[in-house]
């Protein structure tokens, strides 16, 4: 037995000895690591973006400054893949060779999410935009910084059915949406009412364009949701909202030329300098940020001292405190802006003086907003704001040999205008079933205005009370009936304004969109007691004027296969009773006066397809619109073709939004077209027995390009250079005897002030 034992240990001891040297010769399988970094599109570290080597079990996840290691890489090739939720995932290949380390930096560009934004314009509660009932356009904070706009009009120029004029005699610029004028444009800032002075939508372009998080577009009336001057639709425009940084600081530096004038950081050309901080802890948050717009303004034909856009200054300022919880979100919101234009008088050759007129604008907007979630089922919101409004002109005396400045005694050359509003919103959503929701609310506006060009001291109370309902009898419909009831100090409104908004799921693929809705407009005390003469304009307000409605009827067909296609087809009518608009005075044809216009339609359709393929995102649209008066539908005294007028006046738009991603290069080209047809309008004339007649007139077609590169620079900073108004449009032929009714001089419609160049270069820094 114990030789057995014995033997069993010297065969174990042999075949030990005689692997062992097999062992020996075959060393450990050595492995390598990868260590990277990953940052995004907005040069903020990719925090806990997910790491993985394709086909195999290894993976991590990047840390707060972006910062991942991989390890155990085996000798050879390995794809690794990274991805953040709204970025675009990226594979990148590496070589392992032995045991070393190898060293990568990803940069994640920001996901194409056009195709399913969330938005909150006439909401409930923040959704997709699939789910809406609203056929809603949303112009995100990517596309914003790509198209390097200074202001909010650089941004929508190249949206279907927006057309802007100018007034260049006040430095003011006016839009239609979807062939109607701003009047019945409802600019909203975080879902609150602007102020204008005016019956132009000045307050567009005094919003801080580097505050901008989106803009949201609601084609159609809103007067339920949102009350008067909501008949053509709603620009609402949301500013930044705290992210997962604890810390935040971004600065903006942009130069551009203005034509050919330029001179580095002063005088020729435009200027702009933006800092901002952002900071937040324990659910508090607070933010803070200053702008300074300088544009030198462009002589263009003009001679001597006077030039054809006006020098302007723009500062603004803005701070926020808020505080949020899951449930509860409260916070406060001052939005501050000076603005000064110059205009320069020419010199007089006999007396070497000349007339300046300054036009100076102070505004305040005070926001306080919550929403409070109590439950699943009820969620309340609250809004109140308060702005306080004025726009000061100042004329003075130049004698040009001494420079000595005196004031104008001269009537309307020292004025003071002023306007206040406020609103208070309240509304509650509660869910009465998976099927049912409901959403009751108040709306109170109470405007104020005094001056001298301002008849007495008028006021207008407008008090509201709307509710609405959503209702999902099954998994494909959705309907969102609503009702609102107004008291209106001035006023007799309809007793209800209803409106109806459908959605239909036919296919998962196809969304049909059909929507009727009854408008309402008191007039404005702009329109009823502002007086404006100066020595290109001569308006005087009609306390005569009648209250605008609407009837409206809108639908739209979506097909969206992928998350990389979607085409909306798109159509309306709107059917006016009572539109105001501007005529020529009976008693002096050199005045102009508001009236109303008792018939007014606008009809057409638009046709939107936005879609991704590889490095490449588009959105190409066309828009067919048609308006029509009642006044053309009849003879006129003027020479037209078969002595009548035509029923509809139609013009016709193409916008093409081209991005392409050098991924190489880590580079962005970007390329904006649109032409805008020949657009046909009238001039409205009252006669001596209070009746209207009108003009046919016709503004020239254009077209118009910009062009942009963006490249990051460092992890911090990133440039951004190009071209805007590539075809050098400056003005258009125009067969109106005035540009944009009473608000402009005659002659050729200004556009821009040409071709410019501009360099941007823009840092980033956060701490998670």
Do not use: C
Request: net charge positive; proline share 4%.
């Amino acid at each position: 037995m114990i030789n057995l034992y014995i033997r069993s240990l010297w065969k174990l001891s042999v075949s030990i000895g005689l692997i062992a040297p097999g062992l020996k010769a075959q060393p450990p399988q050595e492995t390598g690591r990868v260590e990277g970094a990953v940052t995004l599109s907005n040069n903020s570290p990719g925090a806990f973006a997910t790491v993985r080597v394709i086909d195999s079990k290894i993976g991590t996840t990047a840390d707060e400054n972006g910062k991942f290691l991989l390890a155990g890489l085996a000798t050879g090739k390995h794809i690794v893949q990274l991805s953040v939720v709204g970025y675009e995932s990226v594979r990148q290949v590496v070589s392992i060779s032995g045991n070393k380390t190898l060293h990568i930096s990803i940069r994640l560009q920001a996901a194409n999410t056009q195709l399913n934004e969330v938005v909150v314009t006439g909401q409930y509660e923040a959704q997709s935009l699939k789910k809406s009932v609203y056929n809603v356009r949303v112009i995100n904070s990517e596309r914003i910084r790509l198209r390097a706009a200074t202001n909010v009009m650089g941004v929508l120029n190249n949206e279907l059915g927006f057309r802007f004029s100018n007034d260049l005699t006040l430095g003011t610029t006016d839009v239609q949406l979807m062939g109607m004028s701003g009047r019945s444009v409802k600019i909203l800032l975080d879902g609150l009412p602007m102020v204008d002075r005016g019956d132009t939508r000045e307050s567009l372009n005094q919003i801080d364009i580097n505050s901008i998080e989106r803009i949201e577009i609601v084609e159609g009336p809103m007067s339920v949701s949102y009350g008067s001057d909501a008949l053509a639709g709603v620009v609402n425009i949301i500013t930044k909202k705290p992210g997962n940084e604890r810390l935040g600081v971004t600065a903006r530096i942009q130069e551009e030329t203005a034509n050919k004038d330029y001179k580095l950081l002063t005088s020729q050309g435009l200027h702009m300098q933006n800092v901002g901080v952002t900071w937040q802890q324990k659910g508090w948050n607070t933010s803070a940020g200053i702008t300074n717009n300088t544009f030198g303004g462009w002589q263009g034909l003009s001679t001597g001292r006077v030039k054809d856009w006006l020098p302007k200054n723009q500062l603004f300022g803005h701070g926020k405190i808020g505080y949020r919880t899951d449930n509860l979100n409260i916070y406060y919101r001052l939005d501050a802006l000076k603005e000064d234009l110059l205009s320069q008088g020419a010199e007089n050759a006999n007396t070497h003086q000349a007339r300046d007129q300054r036009y100076i604008t102070y505004r305040y907007v005070h926001q306080l907003q919550s929403d409070w979630k109590i439950n699943d089922r009820l969620q309340l919101n609250g809004q109140v704001s308060y702005t306080d409004y004025q726009r000061r002109t100042q004329t003075t005396i130049l004698d040009l040999p001494t420079g000595r400045r005196t004031l104008s005694l001269g009537e309307g050359e020292q004025d003071l205008s002023k306007f206040a509003s406020q609103t208070y919103r309240a509304t509650a959503s509660y869910k009465i079933s998976s099927a049912v929701s409901l959403q009751p609310g108040i709306d109170i506006n109470l405007d104020a205005a005094s001056g001298a060009r301002i008849s007495g001291a008028p006021t207008i109370n407008d008090f509201a009370l709307f509710v609405s309902s959503t209702l999902n009898p099954t998994s494909r419909i959705s309907i969102r009936p609503g009702l609102r009831f107004i008291k209106n100090s001035v006023y007799d409104a309809p007793p209800t304004i209803p409106s109806l908004n459908t959605k239909f799921a036919l296919t998962p693929a196809l969304d049909l969109r059909l929507a009727y809705a009854r408008g309402f407009r008191s007039p404005a005390l702009r329109e009823l007691y502002f007086n404006f003469f100066d020595a290109s304009h001569s308006i005087i307000g009609n306390p005569n004027l009648k209250a605008e409605t609407s009837n409206s009827y809108n639908g739209s067909l979506v097909w969206q296969a992928s998350h990389k296609v979607k085409s909306t087809l798109a159509f309306f009518y709107n059917d006016f009773n009572n539109l105001i608009s501007y005529g020529i005075d009976p008693a002096d044809p050199r005045i102009s006066m508001t009236i109303n216009i008792d018939k007014f339609k606008t009809t057409g359709m638009t046709l939107e397809n936005v879609f991704t393929w590889n490095a490449l995102q588009a959105t190409v649209g066309f828009s067919y619109i048609g308006r029509y008066n009642n006044l053309l539908a009849t003879p006129d005294t003027t020479t037209y073709t078969d002595g009548q007028l035509p029923t509809f006046m139609w013009s016709p738009e193409v916008t093409t939004n081209l991005t392409y991603t050098f991924r190489k290069f880590d580079t962005k080209l970007g390329l904006f077209y649109k032409y805008s047809g020949k657009r046909p309008s009238y001039l409205a004339t009252v006669t001596a027995d209070n009746q209207a007649s009108a003009t046919l007139t016709e503004l020239a077609a254009f077209h118009w390009a910009d062009v942009t590169l963006t490249k990051p620079l460092t992890k911090y900073l990133t440039l951004t250079t190009g071209a805007k108004n590539l075809l050098n449009i400056t003005r258009l032929a125009n067969t109106s005897p005035d540009t944009g009714g009473a608000h402009s001089a005659s002659g050729p419609a200004p556009v821009s002030y040409g071709r410019s160049y501009f360099l941007r270069l823009s840092f980033q820094w956060y701490k998670k």
